[in-house]
T-cell receptor
């Protein structure tokens, strides 16, 4: 069964510093992977997705993620954090079950950005 | 823009009440989903539907049921609400062409349900 593990439920960075949010996956088939962001009191918004086209995926708001099969990882990065990046981030893996695609989510990482 | 709307942002109900949470999407998506979100647990799938009148249990279906009479609308029903169902409920929808797994899900703003 597919699953994802997010290391670190809370991450704190200074404004302008590198953001690194970790996600490791487990999948018996080539995975499709996603990063979503949730701002306070809102639903989830897609940041980026990996669909096997390219291992380095660029998303919205300056975020990117690199798929590393050898490490079963899909870590999310941003070179320079902004105060507006403070939110909760979820990694997810997709699987097709015959009736449709389902997502299995990680437990989330709360990102805090300090001045 | 894809839009997924949920009937209420905040809801307060009493133990034992029957609760309906409604979700509507405007993109003609085949798939619709209900999740609950709890701190430290992430999102957990309650039920999903891949076609009108079709439904499939997710990971935590106990205490819930669903209804999908029209393609654009997916309802979550708590037959007899309990305090442990106090949570954030998120609806999502997605397009599903054939066997592709990569289609993203689009989420509604969520309903924060409190059961007293």
């Amino acid at each position: 069964a597919q699953s994802v593990t997010q290391l670190g439920s809370h991450v704190s960075v200074s404004e302008g510093a590198l953001v690194l949010l970790r996600c490791n996956y487990s999948s018996s088939v080539p995975p499709y992977l996603f990063w979503y962001v949730q701002y306070p009191n809102q639903g989830l918004q897609l940041l980026l997705k990996y669909t096997s086209a390219a291992t380095l995926v660029k998303g919205i708001n300056g975020f990117e993620a690199e798929f590393k099969k050898s490490e079963t990882s899909f870590h999310l990065t941003k070179p320079s954090a902004h105060m507006s990046d403070a939110a909760e981030y979820f990694c997810a893996v997709s699987r097709y079950t015959g009736g449709g695609n389902k997502l299995t989510f990680g437990t989330g990482t709360q990102l805090k950005v300090e001045l | 823009d894809v839009k997924v709307t949920q009937s209420s942002r905040y809801l307060v109900k009493r133990t034992g009440e029957k609760v309906f949470l409604e979700c509507v999407q405007d993109m003609d998506h085949e798939n619709m989903f209900w999740y609950r979100q709890d701190p430290g647990l992430g999102l957990r799938l309650i039920y999903f539907s891949y076609d009108v009148k079709m439904k499939e249990k997710g990971d935590i279906p106990e205490g819930y049921s669903v209804s999908r009479e029209k393609k654009e609308r997916f309802s979550l029903i708590l037959e007899s609400a309990s305090t442990n169902q106090t949570s954030m409920y998120l609806c999502a929808s997605s397009f599903s062409p054939g066997t592709s797994s990569y289609n993203e899900q689009f989420f509604g703003p969520g309903t924060r349900l409190t059961v007293l």
